[in-house]
């Protein structure tokens, strides 16, 4: 049975927060030969792999459309229908993330502004297995288009059939996804970073994966391609306050635990009461759970924290930095405007992280292991790049000139200096000339 | 001399637009190694790599309040109203990048919402030298501030007296900045990234530096400390079209020619004749220069490119993705709206790029070699990261249940589907209980 920790002090927080360390095997020398035989090799190497990960045989990496076509005609009508309500909440909200271009004038002839350039080619990974993530193919596709990417290419690796899973043609048929590749693993990454006669290279890569996925994403960046985040297990913290209901939150960290042995799983109530009431209906629940012994898993390496104080419990919030904080509180929204750290934020007891993980809308491609402190979720800033730009007139140039070459040779970069006074020289003949 | 390289076809755009490859030293190894001291030894580690590779003893690693205002009050007046100057500008565009907290109801008991929270802790790395890197400080300080983060902290490394240099201080002053430490190289990467006795962690590192500083802030995601952008030499692509003036150009290309023997200089010309009469220019200019030695090398990888077809030349200037941008042409506004790739734009001929280096307002830390295709240049955004959150009412939940229950049961995950129907049961009940 797991330890409730009463009342810790402060300075304790940093310790409990602190996540299992994984062992992650070193995989660098794996990786890199990977993306050193798909540079020479191309498809050939893809295939090869291919062969000996997944067991398939491939004549095309890229799948036939009369295939997406027909798993699309077979999806069922009630999947169909919740991807197409989810899809239009996630569209709605990641529409209204858009902004205006920034434009400042100083009227004195020098314009400024800032504008978002979508990134034109986008490649988005989805793991294969029996159960299809395809709610992460909405969560990526449809930002990606919101933000105007012009090309976005899915890869997901085939079953020993050669064949990528058909909910994951069908969603991404749904999303209007033109470039589907049969391809998984780290090969699949190194395809889309380097680029190969099949699939052209992308300047961006999403989506999760295993450890391989995930270190060949990070590796990627040694070849001009970036990636969405780092990766880590997923998480999640509930907040309980006297009024939660035990077998909502119970479930709650259940829906979390059962992604994965790593998962991590952390409750923060109260009470003692509240804490121990959760931790009661959670090892009832477990018990009918197809997953339960990955939950129970997850579950040894979870944490039942009793925290009366309530601004201490704000504290150990943000000291964790969850990638999901449920906060079961008749004061959450009061709590949220002081939450620093956190992925996405569930307000209140009708509000599950299953919920974010499919339908409101928000995003559930998160930071994870404490990222939340630096790093944002996916959202539509993540599918554009931002580009600057400055307009001087002669007028501005002679407000702000003295000021460069002042710095400039501070700097003692008299070249710098020397761009300016080129030009005021020459305006201070014009009079002159003209 | 170097070769004008007339009309190329389009097909060749992408290899004239390759980077020189970096002949890096592997030097992962000796990184860790810092990191591994670092967090073993903390300050001890951290003055012992001091005393061994700036030759400097130090006592104490953060700079005394004390000095830091002898060096303020020691400042030249000059030198002290162009960094003013600057600062307003550089603080008025960025202040104007804020944006409102974006919230979306949908009317059914669903709200969600995404705010930009300050990271909390950020770290500054300004490189040492004869020349400090002093409009540097302007651009990560000012944008920090007005991000809100609450901790700002700034290493920069000592000369053999232990001291940082005096501007470093005086201007670091004029930002406001508290906290500062006299360490350089991976070292200092290493202490922030960590946390020492003296230097607590931070969430993210920006600024330039060696190649040292570059490896060791990408070694810093292992400790779960951010980092800025990925590095490269910095870039100057000058288009000049017919109306373009050959002397500005020149110096705007030494401008970026004299920052290193590794800078990329690349001139795109509407005809042979200006092509021509730049190069010209370029090497009569360049003799004049105190770093004509650094310059005349970065000009040796330069590229002279002639494209007489406006829209080839538009294809060229974002295959090559630059870190800078001029638009020396009277189509420089009508070109920015094809710009897709770019750090930072000119626009015209009174434009030039040491402009922007100092004192227009824009942010001169950006990408390089050909990063700007996927990321954006320093700007507030940088310094915050953005938390989802929703509120679901019982009604809401009603509404997206049965969605979420059969995406979550689609991907085989029950207890994420349970998570619901706990609370649709809970809800079901209350009228025959209440």
Same mark, same amino acid.
């Given at each position: 049975m797991i330890t409730i920790i009463e =009342?810790?002090?402060?300075?304790e927080f940093t310790d409990i927060c602190k996540r299992p360390v994984l062992k992650s095997k070193d995989l660098q020398g794996f990786i890199a030969d990977v993306f050193k035989q798909v540079e020479s090799s191309g498809d050939v190497a893809v295939k090869e792999f291919t062969r000996t990960f997944d067991r398939a045989e491939l004549n095309d990496l890229r799948v036939d459309s009369a295939e997406v076509e027909r798993a699309f005609a077979q999806m069922e009508s009630e999947l169909m229908y919740a991807v197409q309500r989810a899809s239009e909440n996630i569209r709605a909200f990641h529409t209204a993330q858009i902004r205006d271009e920034t434009k400042l004038d100083f009227g004195n002839g020098i314009r400024l502004g800032q504008k978002a350039v979508p990134i034109k080619r986008v490649g988005i990974y989805i793991p294969g297995g029996? /159960?299809? %993530? %395809?709610?992460t193919i909405l969560m990526l596709a449809i930002p990606a288009q919101i933000a105007g990417c012009k090309e976005i290419v899915l890869c997901s690796p085939p079953s020993f059939n050669g064949a990528i899973h058909p909910s994951i043609l069908a969603v991404a048929n749904m999303c209007g996804i033109k470039e589907i590749y049969a391809c998984g693993g780290a090969q699949a990454v190194a395809a889309m970073a380097i680029g190969t006669e099949s699939i052209k290279k992308v300047m961006k890569i999403f989506g999760p994966g295993n450890q391989f996925v995930m270190a060949a994403k990070a590796f990627a960046m040694n070849y001009g391609c970036a990636m969405d985040l780092p990766a880590g297990p997923s998480e999640l913290l509930v907040y309980a306050d006297d009024q939660a209901i035990p077998s909502f939150v119970a479930a709650d960290l259940l829906s979390q635990a059962e992604?994965?042995?790593d998962s991590q799983v952390v409750c923060v109530a109260s009470s003692s009461k509240m804490a121990l009431e959760i931790l009661e209906e959670t090892y009832s629940q477990v018990?009918? %759970?197809?997953?339960r012994d990955i939950a129970m898993k997850a579950l040894e390496n979870s944490r039942f924290v009793v925290i009366e104080n309530l601004d201490e419990a704000i504290d150990f919030i943000n000291e964790y930095g969850a990638e999901h904080l449920i906060? /079961?509180?008749? =004061?959450a929204e009061e709590m949220l405007d002081q939450v620093? =750290?956190?992925?996405s934020v569930f307000l209140g007891n009708?509000?599950?992280e299953s919920a974010g993980d499919y /339908?409101?809308?928000? =995003?559930?491609t998160l930071p994870t292991n404490g990222w939340a402190k630096s790093y944002s979720g996916?959202?539509?800033? /993540?599918f554009t790049k931002k580009i600057t730009y400055q307009s001087i007139s002669e007028h501005g140039l002679r407000e702000i000139g003295g000021v460069v070459t002042t710095m400039a040779r501070a700097e003692e970069l008299e070249a710098h200096a020397r761009a300016i006074d080129v030009r005021l020289n020459y305006l201070n003949k014009l009079p002159f000339e003209q």
């Open positions: =009342n810790p002090s402060p300075s029996t /159960a299809p %993530l %395809l709610s992604h994965g042995a018990e009918s %759970l197809p997953r906060l /079961a509180s008749v =004061n620093q =750290n956190a992925g009708f509000c599950p /339908a409101s809308g928000t =995003n559930h996916v959202n539509v800033d /993540a």
